[in-house]
């Protein structure tokens, strides 16, 4: 059985990235009728920041030279350490049961929500390797970032997630849908480029739908 753990991001709760990520799981749970999906909005559930008793349990699987996610709990001894891990622990091994992670989020600040970085931050410990699971990022941008466009290098949420996922998940084929050009649909001084950003859109919706089923 295949598991599918989705995460949304956006602050807005109509979003265009909550839209396409819940378009890949409509197709993938059609697809896989006998599948485990699980969802968690970060946004309306959010998770809190790390703490130094989580740095404390980051210390300790590096100083056990511990390998085993699954076996990290039985490092933990102090009572901040467990309320740590009362909050990593069960984020953990959600993560750890999926088979494929998406993740819906916009660009804020040219980089990821703050509720997206908390569930990072939380899942993140030393010596991981998830490199047997897929994951999928669909993403809205109210400008263009895309490769060639004026303001590609100031991308930091694709590149950073991209750079973590290969980094410490050791992740290097995770996959980037985006649509650009959003703030067309408000902004008056981006109207003329609202034709750009509905091809956009319908581009990411199609791909999508189309890597649902692969998954």
Known sequence: MTTLLHLDASARSKSISRELSA?????????????????????????????EGWTEICDLVLAEGSTDLERIGELVRT?????????????????????VVLIGTPMYNYSVPAALKAWIDQVAFPRMSLGQRRFVVVAARGGAYSPGSPKAEFDYQERYLRDFFAGHFAVRDAVFVNAELANSRLDPVMAHLRAEHEQSYDLALATVRELAGEY
């Open 23 to 51: 378009a890949f799981a409509g197709e993938w749970r059609a697809g896989n009728p006998d599948g485990d999906y699980r969802y968690r909005d970060l946004a309306v559930d959010s998770v809190p920041f790390i703490d």
């Open 79 to 99: 009572p901040a350490q467990r309320a740590a891990w009362q909050i990593a622990g069960p984020l953990l091994e959600e993560l750890l049961a999926a088979d």
